[in-house]
């Protein structure tokens, strides 16, 4: 079965720096990845995906990851955050192989920007 | 926009009690999921179908059940609610192939 590491559980960041939320995964099969946010009292909104293709994804509002296959993550980055930032951001895997349906959630990291 | 409604935000249940948690999507989805989100420990999946009338268990799927009747409505159901199922439960969609699931707004219910 998969799983899905994330090694910060929070973290604080002052406001226009860079900030990476680190995410591995447990297995180098074939998979599918996601960064979800989820703001306070809401559901999670997907932030970006990596299916195939080039191994560095982008969001609208400026975060990207990169899928590293060797090492099996796909840590999330931006390089200037904004208040509006704050929220929990989860990373998902799916195996991509017929049949697979499940999607493994980490257990989420709190970014909280600072003022 | 792919839309998933949840028939409530917020619901307080007594021990005991039968309780239903409805979940809608839009989208003509094959594939919808239940999981419970609890503080530390992220998102765990409860229940999954694949179509109308099939489902599979996930990771905790003890004291839930599911049913699935029509493509869009997918029910969790929890037979004798307990004080440890107190918790949000998120539903999401999904269609067929490599995407990614679309969540409802959730569902934060309390058993007292």
């Known amino acids: 079965a998969q799983s899905v590491t994330q090694l910060d559980s929070q973290v604080p960041v002052f406001e226009e720096a860079p900030v990476e939320l680190r995410c591995n995964y447990s297995?180098?099969?074939?998979?599918?990845l996601f960064w979800y946010v989820q703001y306070p009292n809401q559901g999670l909104q997907l932030l970006l995906k990596?299916?195939?293709?080039?191994?560095l994804v982008e969001s609208i509002n400026g975060f990207e990851a990169e899928f590293n296959k060797s090492q099996t993550s796909f840590h999330l980055r931006k390089p200037s955050v904004h208040i509006s930032d704050t929220a929990e951001y989860f990373c998902?895997?799916?195996?991509?192989?017929?049949?697979?349906?499940?999607?493994?959630f980490g257990k989420g990291t709190k970014l909280s920007v600072i003022p | 926009d792919v839309k998933v409604t949840q028939s409530s935000r917020y619901l307080v249940k007594r021990t005991g009690e039968k309780v239903f948690l409805e979940c809608v999507q839009d989208?003509?989805?094959?594939?919808m999921f239940w999981y419970r989100q609890d503080p530390g420990l992220g998102l765990r999946l409860i229940y999954f179908?694949?179509?109308?009338?099939?489902?599979e268990k996930g990771d905790i799927p003890e004291g839930y059940s599911v049913s699935r009747e029509k493509k869009e409505r997918f029910s969790l159901i929890l037979e004798s609610a307990s004080t440890n199922q107190t918790s949000m439960y998120l539903c999401?969609?999904?269609?067929?192939?490599?995407?990614?699931?679309?969540f409802g707004p959730g569902t934060r219910l309390t058993v007292t």
């Open positions: 999401a969609s999904r269609g067929q192939g490599a995407g990614e699931q679309y």
């Open positions: 297995s180098s099969v074939s998979v599918y």
């Open positions: 990596y299916l195939s293709g080039s191994t």
């Open positions: 998902a895997v799916r195996y991509s192989g017929a049949g697979s349906y499940q999607l493994t």
């Open positions: 989208m003509d989805h094959e594939n």
């Open positions: 179908s694949y179509d109308v009338k099939m489902k």
